[in-house]
């Protein structure tokens, strides 16, 4: 297999894959949504697209096309949906598209449909749409199984307390943050900009919402915290973490023997 | 006003509430959810509507109708969707039946539509809906403003504390545990029996979602950790502090005068 | 069992009921709609709720939680839903929420579902619903049935005359007049302000309907006809009958045995 | 103008007179539904398209092209939407389609929009629709009004007496009855066979709806009571009554000046 | 069969007709839009409803009653959406309508359903509501099947080099030009005015769209090309060779065994 | 501006581009979707972002992220909607998707959006989306306008004779085909096996759909016609032509400068 991208894979070489007993795809989801003066709108469909890249390696799986647009952004994880530079979807319109990408995979044949989620506000709605996607397929015979999954769920806290030693404040006010930031360090470097990371401090969120949103509510600079303490290295922590308790899951779950895909 | 409950108010009174320039409707939303073997399938429905009244005495508020069912429950926090005794609505129901209601209201003439969710899988779904009331009310011309908050979140760590002297293990396994049978031993006690109380211990979540759902991943009885702890007295720190900490919120936000309703 | 109304029931006592072979759950189906200045907005939902009560120990049944919310008020039988105090759903909400519900229930293995209408412009909406619930179920293989009624379509020609023995002027004039006010005195009798009942003539409805809706067109008090002649005994001769005459239709459309429910 | 039906009217004709001060359009409403042996499956939409027109010529109104597809037929008006040539839509597309059909008209600048209804179960989602594409038009600045009306409700007592003088018993049952039948022996007396005309004693139909519908419970024949007694002369009578009531209802509502529309 | 058109035959011969082995249901869709100041609103559906007519005499297929609202006008095709005569469905609305319609058509039995379009702007969105309801069909155990055919698609060389000695230019700029204007002089002569007949050159289509429309773009006629060479003559030709064609096609497709219904 | 690509921008970058008199955003959209043995599943995404990312250098536009995921493939110009490889949307979800995305980008301040289409069957479905969203646009007073365009449509005679010497036998044909290896050949070589380029004649396509699918009726290849006359250097004709020509529509149509974006 020339690629685990299935974008660059030819139908013949498709048809082959999936009709292994334990064919996978994993479906990044992202957002376009703006992560502050110091990174691209990208982030959250670059990184969970590198992350899904990593896991496919590990697992012999497929990844489809990324998500790169998500839900609305919300103030209290991602600064707000009113931003320039952010361009969201609705509730209904990502439910339906995650609903119908995953049942076609299934239709298709792949016996499992993972959707690694990289944007926080992404993941009520699909898990609506898996829940639909995978009640149809059931009742048309089909034995596929789905898991749903957000990256940061994946780090452990041997790793938080490497990557953030000053202390971890909670994964709501991590946008445009260290661990954000650290990855791009390591996978996009040219698109990080670290001399226009900000440097106030995290962003006191309430414990609930108000609309219509209250701008003054969020950090002008659109980060929730600041990513001063980013490197690349930090970054390469991340990614071994979580690539690796993600693919242990899927490994247990979905009984995955993680041998490499080879190309035919 | 003989009541806070607006079900049991006449159109006369209603009317004339509603011309005031701080008036304030509460939305109370639960589900109809299995809650482990002594506590009924109503006590989502039964709190948010209790600390809805007792908010609304506090801020002069009107309390509109519960929302008795609520989006699917989930095994991450509900024990999910497949037990029996659980009925749930749709994400694209529950959305536009908050979106219609709070939408009337704001069409009615009240100044803030507050939504008090008291289960946690309808948070994001009610944020969909109030988002899109909102923006049509503010196409109109209206300047009614909406919050959404769940009541657990206004809990303080030193209510914590005194209610989880044994440690706090996390909001996610608190179904059927000890913050809500004490809120019912205070509130409803005629329907908890202390007697059928699960002693497991708390249930070891996963980090991720599977469909379709495999039962065994949760505890057979239906509850994600023991209410052995639950007493009525707990459950009065936990009611003083959520409304207290609920009408502060309101209060600053919505300059809520916090003069008790009279009746007419 | 403890309680016909499934909110207050726990989930095994609900599951070991679920299993009977004549399981039936009743779901009330009301509004939030003005009734006058002398009648609470809650009307409709809690006379569908009561009658679901009584129906339900009559015929063994259990009741759901109520419907609050329901069909916008239309003038020509409820004075219409330009009212303060008036709440109400769209048409596509209403059908997706007694469609999910019921199919809901019809999955958990009830054999019969109910819905006892008490607004009357929900029916077509339900009967939608419904109808979709028990197509979806019936093509997953359930025997499931269905039954949608609304109440007062059950008063016969006898209690007619001892209600109204002044003449009988037809149901769509009846919002906020005799019957439901007699229903209420009898059942929530602390909700009714008899000293504020309307004196007004019946209002002369017209036989189509205009749009946008001239509010002119009924009477300002919101009542289409005067409550003056109610009274508790006649409430206790509506709710007799039509208690009785419901329980006779569906023991002889369901084979339900109308034995009583005993706790378990 | 060459004829009140706008599908034979050219753009110019029609835009000379959508510019009118009272311009109106009837859109007339049917279905497509089995009527029995003796009668075709178009009765609904024939009729409806007939009395529109001759209510066009009374007020000056142009008449839209019909709807011939209606909402699904039900037992208790209709015989069923289980019978075979009885083809349905759904409320959603019912609904959508009147919707956007009088939203467009009233867009392009007719004053009045009358949607003249001839199928019973259409009425709810027709009104649902109508109310929706006023209160768009209303939001977009149109002062255009509509008016949603079934055209056997304006039947006067008088005709009743002439037309059923053997006792009139509800228009619930007259689904393929003399109604029905006496209209299409004056309109289209090449299409009814009254040597297939059934005689059997009127339905007695339930107060209430079963789901799956039980075919047993309304005539084989698919009529709710005989046609025996329809002749071209009723219907006469009975077509200038309605079409007479129609327009003086329309004349008071609409101030419409039933000049005729002259061809130009 | 006294008629093809299945609004004008009763129940019982339907019924009949349907348990063919062949039995095929035809549904015209047409458009109510300008067509230029000679010729009236409703050509699009009378032209497939006419061709319709045809074919199913010749393949012994019954005729559904016309669609006659289509999707929206578009200026590279028929001038335009926002033009005065001109009114549509929007995309949800056609597609569940042919969805609702066809799907009943197979469940009652038809064997096959052909959709035969008239209106360019319908095609993709007939295709998805066809595609929808052949897809639930299977699902439920039916072999029906359905064929989609937009008849101008049928119109073979020669014929093209006999309607257009002058040079056939393309099917998009015939909106209101010879080929649907000599077919309207053949079958409805009375409605064509060619006193009116533009004579402007064709119009110079754009390879885009643009939103909003800029009627600049389009003839202020509302036709984009001539009529002036429409004769009934041709329209003769046309009719011939499409029916022919269409014929042959489902002949060939569907195993008709074009024998004629017989009246019964 | 460092990159046209917006994923690559930073929100202060495109806030500051999008205050411009003349921001223009291109949305490309393709398709997941098997493109014969030769060619990977990508194809139509990859073309239309890399022609919107050369256009958007010609005209100082940004380039929103790809479409990823078309409608259904479509016998007819894609081979069919069954091939295992091809993963697509419904029309509901396309339609939503481009109508949020478009609406969201003109509330943030773009004066223009185009969406280039590289996907032959969403054109319909992007036209649906993109005229709701303009109509919304307009209505809340907004003045952007927006392009609908398939870059195919683009390529002048002169071109096709270069590209197709052998004669070119429609668009319809090329899926697989000539144009698309040729232009992936120019900018994704190493994602083109011309070994594997099938050699079988021009599939002969139907005038019409079947449902379901036949199979048979397209090549089991995937391919509609060969690619074996594929080069890079017809790519770069292609390329040529189809930028300049689109440049000098947007140009013209909505009065771009064409000056370079700078980097600021």
Redesign the interface.
């Known amino acids: 297999m020339p690629s685990v991208?299935?974008?660059?894979?030819?139908?013949?070489s498709?048809?082959s894959y999936?009709s292994r007993t334990d064919s996978t795809v994993i479906i990044p989801t992202g957002a376009?949504e703006?992560?502050?003066?110091?990174?691209?709108?990208?982030v959250d469909?670059?990184l969970s697209k590198a992350i899904a890249g990593q896991l496919a390696q590990r697992t012999g799986a497929l990844v489809?096309?990324?998500f790169?647009?998500g839900?609305?952004s919300?103030p209290r994880s991602g600064g707000g949906?009113h931003?320039?530079?952010t361009?969201?979807?609705?509730?209904?319109?990502l439910?339906?598209?995650i609903e119908?990408?995953a049942a076609?995979?299934m239709a298709?044949?792949f016996k499992n449909v993972v959707v690694l989620n990289g944007h926080f506000?992404n993941?009520?709605?699909l898990?609506?749409g898996?829940?639909?996607?995978?009640?149809s397929s059931?009742?048309?015979g089909s034995t596929s199984?789905?898991?749903?999954?957000?990256y940061w769920?994946?780090v452990d806290e041997q790793t938080l307390e490497q990557v953030f030693p000053e202390g971890f404040l909670g994964w709501d006010i991590e946008h445009g943050g260290v661990l954000e930031t650290s990855l791009m360090l390591l996978l996009h470097p040219e698109?990080v900009?670290m001399d226009?990371v900000v440097d106030h401090p995290p962003a006191e969120l309430?414990?609930?919402?108000?609309?219509?949103e209250d701008p003054a509510r969020t950090p002008a600079s659109?980060c929730l915290s600041s990513a001063r303490n980013a490197t690349a290295a930090r970054g390469q922590l991340l990614l071994d973490a979580v690539t690796s308790a993600l693919g242990a899951?899927l490994g247990q779950?979905l009984n995955l023997s993680s041998q490499m895909v080879e190309v035919e």
């Open positions: 991208f299935l974008e660059e894979i030819d139908a013949q498709y048809a999936v376009t703006q992560h502050g003066p110091h990174m691209p709108l990208g469909a670059m489809a096309p990324v790169s647009y839900y609305k919300q949906n931003r320039v530079g361009t969201s979807l609705g509730a209904s319109t439910i339906s598209k119908e990408v076609s995979f298709q044949g506000e993941y009520q709605f898990y609506e898996l829940d639909k996607a995978v009640a059931l009742q048309a199984r789905a898991v749903l999954m957000s769920d994946f698109l900009r226009r309430t414990s609930y919402d108000v609309f219509p659109g899951a779950e």
